[in-house]
Antibody, heavy 120, light 107 residues
Framework: EVQLVESGGGLVQPGGSLRLSCAGS????????MNWVRQAPGKGLEWVSF????????YYADSVKGRFTISRDNARNSLYLQMNSLRAEDTAVYYC?????????????WGQGTMVTVSS | DIQMTQSPSTLSASVGDRVTITCRAS??????LAWYQQKPGKAPKLLIY???TLENGVPSRFSGSGSGTEFTLTISSLQPDDFATYYC?????????FGQGTKVEIK
């Protein structure tokens, strides 16, 4: 079965750091661009970051630019999100999501999400 | 950044009803638009991409239309499994903006 599995979420104090991981299963992520999307409790979806298959192009939402870093290790079939200087407003479920191979960039596979809570 | 605006925010409907959700982009995005369905506690599920192409396995009662700045998602005959929140998303620009969501509730 093709799936993505996130891990690394938890409770962290404001100003702290956390590293999220997303592992591909049933397929190799090396061919795909990948994304992180988050959803604050009771709120809508917010795209966070994008990385191409070779890591040559990376984009961030303005809300996380300078604090979050997306990366990937294709040999480990994994995607990462390093989150620094965390704020209360970063509290959310974080999903990784796959861009399919080809010109279409809608997110066809999503992970189950990992919860990040920023609170003292 | 491209802004996406959905309407309505909430929609009350009955099983068997025809339902239409609208999504407007702040600038032209051609047909680079997707629709997702999300149920409570679950990840979003891709329904439609390129504005009108049904993802594999999605029931044919779902359809999408539009181009440029105005798009619609239509459910031709609402089924019990369709009560959920629906999001549009543009992928024309590097920031893949979502609409704020439309919750479809039981009337």
């Amino acid at each position: 079965e093709v799936q993505l599995v996130e891990s690394g979420g938890g409770l962290v104090q404001p100003g702290g750091s956390l590293r999220l991981s997303c592992a591909g299963s049933g397929f190799t992520i090396s061919s795909n661009s990948m994304n992180w999307v988050r959803q604050a409790p009771g709120k809508g979806l917010e795209w966070v970051s994008f990385i191409t298959s070779s890591s040559s192009t990376i984009y961030y939402a303005d809300s996380v630019k300078g604090r979050f870093t997306i990366s990937r290790d294709n040999a480990r079939n994994s995607l990462y999100l390093q989150m620094n200087s965390l704020r209360a407003e970063d509290t959310a479920v974080y999903y990784c999501a796959r861009d399919p191979v080809g010109p279409e960039d809608a997110f066809d596979i999503w992970g189950q999400g990992t919860m990040v809570t920023v609170s003292s | 950044d491209i802004q996406m605006t959905q309407s309505p925010s909430t929609l009350s409907a009955s099983v068997g009803d025809r339902v239409t959700i609208t999504c407007r982009a702040s600038q032209s995005i051609s047909s680079w638009l997707a629709w997702y369905q999300q149920k409570p506690g679950k990840a979003p599920k891709l329904l439609i991409y390129h504005a009108s192409t049904l993802e594999n396995g999605v029931p044919s009662r779902f359809s999408g239309s539009g181009s440029g700045t105005e798009f619609t998602l239509t459910i031709s005959s609402l089924q019990p499994d369709d009560f959920a929140t629906y999001y549009c998303q543009q992928y024309n620009a590097y920031s893949r903006t979502f609409g704020q969501g439309t919750k479809v509730e039981i009337k």
